[in-house]
T-cell receptor, first 114, second 115 residues
Framework: DVKVTQSSRYLVKRTGEKVFLECVQD?????MFWYRQDPGLGLRLIYF???????EKGDIPEGYSVSREKKERFSLILESASTNQTSMYLC?????????????FGNGTRLTVT | DAKTTQPNSMESNEEEPVHLPCNHSTISGTDYIHWYRQLPSQGPEYVIH???SNVNNRMASLAIAEDRKSSTLILHRATLRDAAVYYC????????????????FGEGTQLTVNP
């Protein structure tokens, strides 16, 4: 069965800390995505990647960076965490050629920044 | 991206059909209509997509209006496990469209299924 695994389900960090959120998929998918989900705002795309070492900004990239050194792993980095980055973070992947279909999501990391 | 309008919430009884509407009056001719759902404490999962013709799969059916300005997701017999937030997303996303992966999720419809 297809699997997207996010390393932590819950995370609590302090303001100013550097935070790494890890996502691994076991489906050999080319495309990977990071979203955040907030009440009243739905899911918003932060960054995505079409291939190893490639990345593109989504709708809200400010305050975030990403790393894709291996095909199966896509990391989201908060360089200096702030309280407004408290949110649910969702990773997703799908293969090239499927467009917007068949996005596979992980179960999310709920990050609290205090 | 085309704008969508979905009811904030809907309620159904178990084993009854559910029709979840979506208006997307600004949809372009090349936008597919995608539906995802999100169960409690889980990430979204793909349900179905279509372009012009009605579509069926093991999870649901998708009825698309002739002018494509609206669509309806149909769950033929709702179960308790179908209680979720349902998202309707018009977006380019045919097999040759890679940028269509960049989906924008709105607030969706919270479906409650009563036993």
């Amino acid at each position: 069965d297809v699997k997207v695994t996010q390393s932590s389900r819950y995370l609590v960090k302090r303001t100013g800390e550097k935070v790494f959120l890890e996502c691994v998929q076991d489906m050999d998918h080319e495309n990977m995505f990071w979203y955040r989900q907030d009440p009243g705002l739905g899911l918003r795309l932060i960054y995505f990647s079409y291939d190893v070492k490639m990345k593109e900004k989504g709708d809200i990239p400010e305050g975030y960076s990403v790393s894709r050194e291996k095909k199966e792993r896509f990391s989201l980095i908060l360089e200096s965490a702030s309280t407004n980055q408290t949110s649910m973070y969702l990773c997703a992947s799908n293969p090239t050629g499927t467009g917007a279909t068949l996005l596979h999501f992980g179960n999310g990391t709920r990050l609290t920044v205090t | 991206d085309a704008k969508t309008t979905q009811p904030n919430s809907m309620e159904s009884n178990e084993e009854e059909p559910v029709h979840l509407p979506c208006n997307h009056s600004t949809i372009s001719g090349t936008d597919y209509i995608h539906w995802y759902r999100q169960l409690p404490s889980q990430g979204p999962e793909y349900v179905i997509h279509g372009l012009t013709s009605n579509v069926n799969n093991r999870m649901a059916s998708l009825a698309i209006a002739e002018d494509r300005k609206s669509s309806t997701l149909i769950l033929h017999r709702a179960t308790l496990r179908d209680a979720a937030v349902y998202y309707c997303i018009p977006r380019m996303g045919g097999p040759r469209e890679t940028s269509g992966s960049r989906l924008t999720f709105g607030e969706g419809t919270q479906l409650t299924v009563n036993p």
